[in-house]
């Protein structure tokens, strides 16, 4: 069994200040873990992932996340966020025998102000 | 590739009616899965596939089925429409062997369901 919390259901910031959405999870087996973004009436899109090998993943617009064993967790930050990074972010695990059984958290609404 | 497709995109039900919703994928992908989607709730697995012919449950599968005859293809069916079933419903697909298995799911547009 596996399950995924999201420590924060809204997070409002001003645009070019940090942020950091935060993610834990539990699981009995190996899992990989993933950040997914989702903008108004879409469906989600992959930001990033961490399968195995360095902890620390960055995706294309400036995101990264590290994944931390010993605490079971795996935040999601941004040094400097753009109006454009409004939207829904859902922190998610998979079992590494099972891709198509994914457990995410209830999402972080990150809305971000001018 | 077009991707992970749904029909419809809206859809407005009576209680007690049933319906189909369809989902296609052209990647190849050998796992499949349904979610529905709630405010404030995430998303919570349905029902997915892991090839042809092969399905299992997931978080929540009451009212739903599900079949897969193809590898492109995995309707998702409500037998009996109930408010409860209100929601936004996502397909997703993952894993090729053939394109280096791909672990993260791709996602559908989703189908929004009222049920009255």
């Known amino acids: 069994a596996q399950s995924v919390t999201q420590l924060d259901s809204q997070v409002p910031v001003f645009e070019e200040a940090p942020v950091e959405l935060r993610c834990n999870y539990s699981?009995?087996?190996?899992?990989?873990l993933f950040w997914y973004v989702q903008y108004p009436n879409q469906g989600l899109q992959l930001l990033l992932k961490?399968?195995?090998?360095?902890?620390l993943v960055e995706s294309i617009n400036g995101f990264e996340a590290e994944f931390n064993k010993s605490q079971t967790s795996f935040h999601l930050r941004k040094p400097s966020v753009h109006i454009s990074d409004t939207a829904e972010y859902f922190c998610?695990?998979?079992?590494?025998?099972?891709?198509?059984?994914?457990?995410f958290g209830d999402g972080t609404t990150l809305t971000v102000k001018p | 590739n077009a991707g992970v497709t749904q029909t419809p995109k809206f859809q407005v039900l009576k209680t007690g009616q049933s319906m189909t919703l369809q989902c296609a994928q052209d990647?190849?992908?050998?796992?499949m899965s349904w979610y529905r989607q709630d405010p404030g709730m995430g998303l919570r697995l349905i029902h997915y596939?892991?090839?042809?012919?092969?399905?299992d449950q997931g978080e929540v599968p009451n009212g739903y089925n599900v079949s897969r005859s193809t590898t492109e293809d995995f309707p998702l069916r409500l037998l009996s429409a109930a408010p409860s079933q209100t929601s936004v419903y996502f397909c997703?697909?993952?894993?090729?062997?053939?394109?280096?298995?791909?672990?993260?799911?791709?996602f559908g547009p989703g189908t929004r369901l009222t049920v009255t």
């Open positions: 997703a697909s993952s894993y090729s062997k053939e394109r280096g298995y791909s672990y993260e799911q791709y």
């Open positions: 699981s009995s087996v190996s899992v990989y």
């Open positions: 961490y399968l195995s090998g360095s902890t």
């Open positions: 998610a695990v998979s079992p590494r025998t099972n891709a198509g059984k994914s457990t």
């Open positions: 990647m190849n992908h050998e796992y």
């Open positions: 596939s892991v090839g042809a012919g092969i399905t």
